[in-house]
């Protein structure tokens, strides 16, 4: 049996043991991976994180030196074939911890294998938000363009998300059950990431040309 590994990235800005939406749907996410993964005969293994409970500082190195935290969580990052990326929506935009990571990801571009691929060549991206008010495609554009920029590929149909009324209180991880069309575009997203992920490792991209 094959196996595909999986790293979810959770940027809540709320640290353990906090209730949080984004780690809710993240987790979700891997539960989908899993499920998935029986029915095409693939073990699926992976984790949450929330970077928040790791000391990961600002900068657009691979390692800010002083104990900077991101060092570890890229090392499980590079171990992973699929990275899903969990962020609530403020004002509008992806959590700052969520641009923090885009940031700490722009590193990638320069890391390169022998055959001059960024080390992220070949693992998957999915991208899942949550929040109270309107902006889950702007927000899943963004992140989709930046990490396809540091090399990760995107599924058909790779994100899921789940927006409450404006002005309202209720978050995602209030609900008793999950709402049937994230649910299910949890599922949808889940799928076609791991059966991208296994084409990828049986069929790695070639390096740059020249």
Known sequence: MSSISVLVLSCSLKPTPAPSSSVLLGTQVLDALRESGESQGVEVTGEVVRVVDHDVRFGVTTDEGGGDGWPPLRDKMLRADILVLATPIWMGQPASVCKMVLERLDAEVSETDEQGRMLTYGKVAV????????????????????????????????????????????????????????????????????????LLQD????????
């Not at 309107?134 to 363009?145: C, S």
């Not at 069929?203 to 020249?210: D, F, L, R």
């Open 203 to 210: 069929h790695p991209y070639p390096g740059p040309p020249g």
């Open 127 to 198: 991208v899942a938000v949550v929040g109270n008010e309107d902006g889950a495609h702007h927000t899943t554009a963004e992140l989709f363009q930046s990490l396809n920029d540091v090399g990760f590929t995107v599924a058909a149909s790779g994100s899921t998300y789940w927006v409450g009324e404006a002005m309202q209180a209720v978050d995602y991880n209030d609900h008793e059950t999950t709402p049937e069309k994230t649910d299910g575009t949890t599922k949808t997203a889940a799928g076609t990431a791991l059966h991208l992920a296994r």
